[in-house]
């Protein structure tokens, strides 16, 4: 799935080209049908790594000749995604046939080298969210949103230590049949540079902290990080964030203002066992603090947003994790911390179909610390309960449903989200 489709065309092109070319000037002998290599070759069909004569059949119980057989190893050794066990089978395949290989190689594996500096995966992800709250006269709203989403993920070799990446993404409201005006927009884009347990991005990257595991923000940011350590891992961060994308009561006032505040941030994990314990820092400057009304208490208001976070896990076995984090933002008056503790069973994995997951959680969002959390059934300024569950029913077919069913901090009254998904990853 992951094999790029320039690199497949270019294989094709490759192969069928050679086939041509070899298959008289190259009379390989028959590789008989009960040969080590069938066995070989049929766990590395099975495991999904060649698709054998490309009609996704291995014709076992039959003679081929070693340049067919040649054939599908130079396609296995294209692939870069491929478990320890399936390499082993590979790399004994090669040494087999290296005669052969080294009359396909030079044509063959520099090609699609090349061709697989650039992969693409992506996503098509439907949503639905019901948000249903009750005003401080008792009145009854809801918000329904129904939405499509179409998700690509570039990532190019620029050399064994650096790669670009980037997501680009296009939407759909489902209820109006409206789309964002035809446009596809670049999410993130930036390069990274891995050195050992030394890292570096410069771009539009992610801005989400592995301590407090999203609790204050999910988002991306412009700028530079820097992440180095093993056990004990230290990032720094320094750019600009746009607050349009936080909470509703921030990024409406931001709106009138610079819109990208001033960031930097820390942040320090520890977990090389089922103990996973993790701290972080962020600095965010904008003169949109200073209008949003239940920010400061007093004429002096601050533009400033210092919050720290912790958070600790514990993972007890194959199944059951618990994890609990706090935040507090030192410059609020008021809404000035978030929490949270999540207890979770199992876990889905897209690649195997009928894996499953479930938790159970309780949340709590104070408004200027929970800038924008990374929880799909989020209110601004809420508390209360959450539960979900994944499911997947096919390979790279994922669903979820959750439920929060909470308070406002502000008004005590009723805050209820209801999330569907369902994600075809390709």
Same mark, same amino acid.
């Given at each position: 799935?992951?094999? @790029?489709?320039?690199?497949?065309? @270019?294989?094709?092109?490759?192969?069928?080209? +050679?086939?041509?070319?070899?298959?008289?000037?190259?009379?390989?002998?028959?590789?008989?049908?009960?040969?080590?290599?069938?066995?070989?070759?049929?766990?590395?069909?099975?495991?999904?790594?060649?698709?054998?004569?490309?009609?996704?059949?291995?014709?076992?119980?039959?003679?081929? @000749?070693?340049?067919?057989?040649?054939?599908?190893?130079?396609?296995?050794?294209?692939?870069?995604?491929?478990?320890?066990?399936?390499?082993?089978?590979?790399?004994?395949?090669?040494?087999?046939?290296?005669?052969?290989?080294?009359?396909?190689?030079?044509?063959?594996?520099?090609?699609?080298?090349?061709?697989?500096?650039?992969?693409?995966?992506?996503?098509?992800?439907?949503?639905? $969210?019901?948000?249903?709250?009750?005003?401080?006269?008792?009145?009854?709203?809801?918000?329904? +949103?129904?939405?499509?989403?179409?998700?690509?993920?570039?990532?190019?070799?620029?050399?064994?230590?650096?790669?670009?990446?980037?997501?680009?993404?296009?939407?759909?409201?489902?209820?109006?049949?409206?789309?964002?005006?035809?446009?596809? =927009?670049?999410?993130?884009?930036?390069?990274?540079?891995?050195?050992?347990?030394?890292?570096?991005?410069?771009? =539009?990257?992610?801005?989400?902290?592995?301590?407090?595991?999203?609790?204050?923000?999910?988002?991306?940011?412009?700028?530079?990080?820097?992440?180095?350590?093993?056990?004990?891992? $230290?990032?720094?961060?320094?750019?600009?964030?746009?607050?349009?994308?936080?909470?509703?009561?921030?990024?409406?006032?931001? =709106?009138?203002?610079?819109?990208?505040?001033?960031?930097?941030?820390?942040?320090?994990?520890?977990?090389?066992?089922?103990?996973?314990?993790?701290?972080?820092?962020?600095?965010?400057?904008?003169?949109?603090?200073?209008?949003?009304?239940?920010?400061?208490?007093?004429?002096?208001?601050?533009?400033?947003?210092?919050?720290?976070?912790?958070?600790?896990?514990?993972?007890?076995?194959?199944?059951?994790?618990?994890?609990?984090?706090? +935040?507090?933002? $030192?410059?609020?008056?008021?809404?000035?911390?978030?929490?949270?503790?999540?207890?979770?069973?199992?876990?889905?994995?897209?690649?195997?179909?009928?894996?499953?997951?479930?938790?159970?959680?309780?949340?709590?969002?104070?408004?200027?610390?929970?800038?924008?959390?990374?929880?799909?059934?989020?209110?601004?300024?809420?508390?209360?309960?959450?539960?979900?569950?994944?499911?997947?029913?096919?390979?790279?077919?994922?669903?979820?449903?959750?439920?929060?069913?909470?308070?406002?901090?502000? @008004?005590?009254?009723?805050?209820?989200?209801?999330?569907?998904?369902?994600?075809?990853?390709?």
């Amino acid at each position: 799935m992951k094999k @790029t489709l320039v690199s497949a065309l @270019t294989t094709a092109l490759v192969v069928g080209a +050679a086939s041509t070319t070899f298959a008289a000037a190259n009379p390989f002998s028959d590789v008989p049908a009960d040969h080590w290599a069938y066995d070989a070759v049929s766990q590395l069909a099975a495991d999904g790594v060649i698709e054998g004569y490309g009609d996704t059949t291995f014709r076992g119980n039959q003679n081929i @000749t070693r340049y067919e057989m040649a054939q599908m190893i130079a396609k296995a050794m294209a692939k870069s995604d491929v478990s320890a066990a399936d390499k082993a089978l590979i790399d004994k395949l090669a040494a087999e046939f290296s005669d052969e290989l080294n009359n396909l190689g030079v044509r063959v594996s520099n090609l699609e080298r090349n061709a697989d500096m650039v992969k693409w995966t992506g996503e098509a992800r439907y949503t639905y $969210t019901s948000k249903r709250d009750e005003d401080t006269n008792g009145k009854k709203t809801k918000d329904n +949103a129904d939405k499509l989403q179409f998700r690509l993920y570039p990532t190019a070799e620029v050399n064994n230590n650096w790669h670009v990446k980037a997501r680009l993404t296009a939407n759909t409201d489902m209820s109006s049949d409206k789309g964002d005006d035809g446009n596809v =927009k670049l999410t993130y884009v930036y390069a990274e540079g891995q050195y050992g347990n030394f890292d570096v991005k410069l771009g =539009k990257q992610e801005l989400f902290s592995t301590a407090d595991a999203g609790l204050v923000v999910d988002d991306y940011f412009s700028g530079a990080a820097v992440t180095f350590g093993k056990d004990f891992k $230290t990032t720094l961060e320094a750019g600009r964030w746009n607050l349009e994308n936080a909470n509703d009561k921030i990024n409406t006032v931001a =709106k009138t203002f610079d819109n990208a505040a001033n960031y930097q941030g820390a942040e320090f994990n520890y977990g090389p066992n089922k103990l996973r314990l993790g701290a972080s820092y962020r600095h965010f400057n904008s003169a949109a603090f200073t209008a949003v009304n239940t920010y400061s208490n007093g004429t002096s208001k601050s533009d400033d947003a210092n919050i720290w976070s912790v958070g600790a896990g514990y993972k007890f076995d194959h199944n059951w994790d618990l994890f609990g984090a706090f +935040a507090q933002n $030192t410059e609020a008056d008021n809404y000035d911390t978030a929490h949270n503790i999540q207890l979770s069973y199992k876990g889905t994995d897209i690649a195997n179909k009928g894996t499953w997951g479930a938790y159970a959680a309780y949340r709590y969002f104070g408004q200027n610390v929970a800038l924008f959390p990374t929880y799909d059934t989020f209110q601004t300024n809420t508390k209360g309960w959450e539960v979900g569950a994944s499911y997947v029913p096919f390979k790279n077919v994922y669903t979820a449903l959750e439920y929060f069913d909470g308070k406002n901090l502000a @008004t005590d009254r009723d805050a209820n989200t209801l999330f569907g998904r369902v994600s075809y990853f390709f």
